[in-house]
């Protein structure tokens, strides 16, 4: 799962080899954007998740997570000040994690974040939506964590190369 500001796109593979890859238009930035409830972020991942069920036959079993609002997020949690991909990489993200941490962010402001949080940058003010779209798909696919990953496409593309 990649969540990044205006889609979040999920890529799967099944055990008999089936392989499930869609885009869907639920960002970090769309949700501050258009002011999204939660029950519209968790109606927008219903539909991928009931597409991943029926074309994997079930849904995964481990959720491995990438891109900037799952590495910040996991680095402000472990108190890194400064991003090192050592630290973050294979971190489990757990809801009972994700759940403090948006119920201690949501009452401040994005300046106050920010100071407290300064890994998350400008996602301080947007954080939230971000807190929301990662706990809506643990929701969703009946996972109590995510993996997080710092490898991206690219390196996927080095690795396929």
Do not use: M, N
């Amino acid at each position: 799962v990649d969540i990044g500001g205006g889609s979040t796109e999920f890529i799967c593979s099944g055990r008999a080899g089936q392989f499930f890859a869609e885009s869907i238009p639920l960002g970090i930035v769309r949700v501050a954007q258009e002011q999204l409830s939660i029950a519209e972020i968790a109606a927008r991942i219903a539909s991928i998740q009931a597409k991943i069920a029926e074309g994997l036959g079930g849904l995964p079993k481990k959720i491995i997570a990438v891109g900037g609002t799952a590495t910040d997020v996991s680095a402000a949690l472990l108190g890194v000040r400064q991003y090192a991909r050592e630290k973050v990489h294979g971190f489990s993200l757990t809801e009972k994690a994700l759940t403090d941490l948006k119920k201690e962010l949501a009452p401040l402001t994005g300046g106050e974040r920010w100071e407290k949080y300064p890994i998350l940058g400008e996602r301080s003010e947007i954080i939230i939506g971000g807190l929301d779209i990662l706990l809506q798909i643990l929701a969703a696919f009946q996972c109590e964590a995510f993996t997080v990953s710092d490898a991206g496409i690219l390196d996927g593309l080095l690795l396929e190369a």
